[in-house]
Nanobody
Framework: QVQLVESGGGLVQPGGSLRLSCAAS????????MGWYRQAPGKQRELVAA???????NYADSVKGRFAVSRDNAKSTVYLQMDRLQPEDTAVYYC???????????WGQGTQVTVSS
């Protein structure tokens, strides 16, 4: 069974940093486009950052210049470095693995990020 396991969430003060990790298992990781999404209370889930299997990145306007997505195919892991965090970044962050061929789409269980003083 495919597993995506997020880690690295927590409580941080405004202006602080966190690094999220998402470790994948039972997929050929290098063939998947990887994404980070978030969902705040009462809001829809939204794309935060994504990296295709070829390395192309895409960011939500609200996080450009503050967040950086990266991946290590040897470790089957995708990362989200989050700097200069703001209270509006508070949400549950989800990892997503997607492959157009075969219509594969997997989600992690989410990790809570809370930005508060």
């Amino acid at each position: 069974q495919v597993q995506l396991v997020e880690s690295g969430g927590g409580l941080v003060q405004p202006g602080g940093s966190l690094r999220l990790s998402c470790a994948a298992s039972r997929i050929t990781f290098r063939l998947y486009d990887m994404g980070w999404y978030r969902q705040a209370p009462g809001k829809q889930r939204e794309l935060v950052a994504a990296m295709t299997r070829s390395g192309t990145t895409n960011y939500a306007d609200s996080v450009k210049g503050r967040f950086a997505v990266s991946r290590d195919n040897a470790k089957s892991t995708v990362y989200l470095q989050m700097d200069r965090l703001q209270p509006e970044d508070t949400a549950v962050y989800y990892c997503n693995a997607r492959r157009v061929i075969g219509s594969s789409d997997y989600w992690g269980q989410g990790t809570q990020v809370t930005v508060s003083s």
